[in-house]
């Protein structure tokens, strides 16, 4: 038996909602036991954390790989060590690839190529849709037995509410998630900001914060229809928190989440039209920011994600309206959830809840905390050093972060995945 030793840890326990010293044992792959005070004698590895945090491995949902179709932005190696950098251990990919993960076979080709080149554990999420172009719904039980672990047409939402409640009533009787984005399209198509006083003195076609809470509204209503299970992807409005909150306290099946920019920028951030902040949904007003963030507090919003979407330099250095959308995030998405923690607004268990424990969770994984039995996915890291982001320092191929030269504070130290190093900070 293979025994490690983490000692001298500050350990981040999401499901106990503690941070406390102690030592973590890890046996063969899984966490064996943890404790606090002096290490059991025996002849086993030991690594020194030097008092730093060792905290669940994050599962990042959500996480776009470009292959296939454009491995020149992102492949399942460079996106595998970003993650490993960035103290993600799981990722959960999307199937907005050319072509579309929408049939067994395409399935499986990804699957290969995430076995052969990511050091990290690669989940993925296939169309609910063929080509995710909401007319026919694929063959979701076929693509589960293919490995599928959920099912989404990411940010082509399903127009059509017939085809959509049909997916649904068909993926609860398969026992499956599906992962939608709330909006209404009609109101949404070609927005590059959210509506106001700041997207109209700049001229940029707008959406009202209000496409969101209508677009959640509709798929509610199917929910309480077809009792499926359900993931809204990304809440970034306050107008949405209500509808959301009845949701669960009527018992339906649904979890929601938000992304790491959502949380930490606002529609300013734009001002001088930096593509780089160009997000889908648009980045929202100062009050919306606040208020997702007591939605994560709280635990209304489950979880936090870094929605990785790597473009190459052609797709953004364009005027802003016809820019793409999308930042990478995946080495980003912990440091800039740090400052939610240095600004005392969310403590590390609260972080980790919703960035380990809550996506394992609705995902039905054994990971995301400090448990024995749990596998040994975890990340070591020092949240207090400073360091200034240079994007051209990233393991993503595509370098598109709107955190470029920003200072930031906290780093991993080293990421394990079922107990063996990935990721060293050097």
């Given at each position: 038996m293979t025994t490690h030793f983490f000692i001298n840890a500050r350990l981040i326990d999401p499901e106990a909602g503690t941070e406390a010293p102690g030592w973590l044992q890890v046996a063969d792959g899984r966490i064996a036991a943890k404790g606090d005070g002096t290490v059991p004698v025996g002849d086993h590895k030991v690594i020194d954390c030097q008092g730093h945090c060792l905290a669940p491995g994050i599962v990042d949902i959500g996480v776009k790989?470009?292959?296939?179709?454009?491995?020149?932005?992102?492949?399942?190696?460079?996106?595998?060590?970003?993650?490993?950098?960035g103290g993600v251990t799981t990722m959960v990919t999307r199937p907005d690839t050319l072509p579309a993960v929408d049939t067994p076979e395409t399935l499986e080709f990804a699957t290969r190529r995430a076995q052969a080149d990511a050091p990290v554990n690669v989940l993925p999420m296939a169309a609910l849709t063929k080509g995710r172009e909401g007319?026919?719904?694929?063959?979701?039980?076929?693509?589960?037995?293919?490995?599928?672990?959920?099912?989404?047409?990411?940010?082509?939402?399903?127009s059509n509410t017939k085809v959509f409640s049909r997916a649904l009533t068909y993926a609860r009787s398969c026992g499956a998630l599906v992962i939608a984005h709330p909006q209404d399209p009609g109101l949404s198509a070609g927005a590059a900001a959210t509506s106001g006083k700041f997207a109209a003195l700049r001229g940029l076609p707008a959406v009202s914060p209000m496409a969101e809470r209508m677009g959640l509204d509709r798929d509610i209503a199917?929910?309480?229809?077809?009792?499926?299970?359900?993931?809204?992807?990304?809440?970034?409005?306050a107008r949405a928190l209500p509808a959301l909150e009845r949701a669960k306290r009527n018992g339906l099946d649904?979890?929601?989440?938000?992304?790491?920019?959502?949380?930490?920028?606002?529609?300013?951030?734009?001002?001088?039209?930096?593509?780089?902040?160009?997000?889908?949904?648009?980045?929202?007003?100062?009050?919306?920011?606040?208020?997702?963030?007591?939605?994560?507090?709280?635990?209304?919003?489950?979880?936090?994600?870094?929605?990785?979407?790597?473009?190459?330099?052609?797709?953004?250095?364009?005027?802003?309206?016809?820019a793409a959308s999308g930042a990478v995030a995946l080495e980003t998405l912990?440091?800039?959830?740090?400052?939610?923690?240095?600004?005392?607004?969310?403590?590390l268990p609260t972080l980790f809840r919703a960035m380990a424990l809550n996506p394992a969770n609705r995902l039905g994984l054994e990971s995301g905390r400090l448990t024995a039995g749990a596998p040994a996915d975890l990340v070591v890291f020092d949240p207090d050093v400073p360091f200034v982001l240079d994007r051209f320092a990233l393991k993503s191929k595509s370098q598109n972060t709107p955190f470029d030269g920003q200072r930031m504070q906290g780093k991993v130290t080293a990421t394990y995945v079922a107990g063996n190093e990935v990721y060293r900070r050097t």
């Open positions: 790989v470009c292959e296939p179709g454009e491995r020149h932005k992102e492949s399942y190696k460079s996106a595998g060590l970003a993650a490993a950098a007319r026919e719904m694929t063959e979701i039980g076929f693509l589960m037995d293919a490995g599928a672990v959920a099912f989404t047409d990411c940010d082509h939402v399903v199917l929910l309480e229809m077809t009792g499926a299970a359900y993931h809204a992807d990304q809440i970034t409005t649904i979890t929601s989440g938000t992304s790491i920019h959502h949380l930490m920028l606002n529609e300013l951030d734009v001002a001088d039209y930096r593509t780089f902040f160009k997000v889908k949904p648009p980045l929202r007003s100062e009050d919306d920011r606040q208020a997702v963030i007591e939605a994560v507090r709280t635990g209304l919003i489950d979880t936090i994600s870094s929605m990785h979407t790597p473009q190459d330099e052609e797709s953004k250095r364009l005027p802003f309206e016809e912990l440091p800039a959830a740090l400052r939610l923690y240095h600004a005392e607004q969310l403590d």
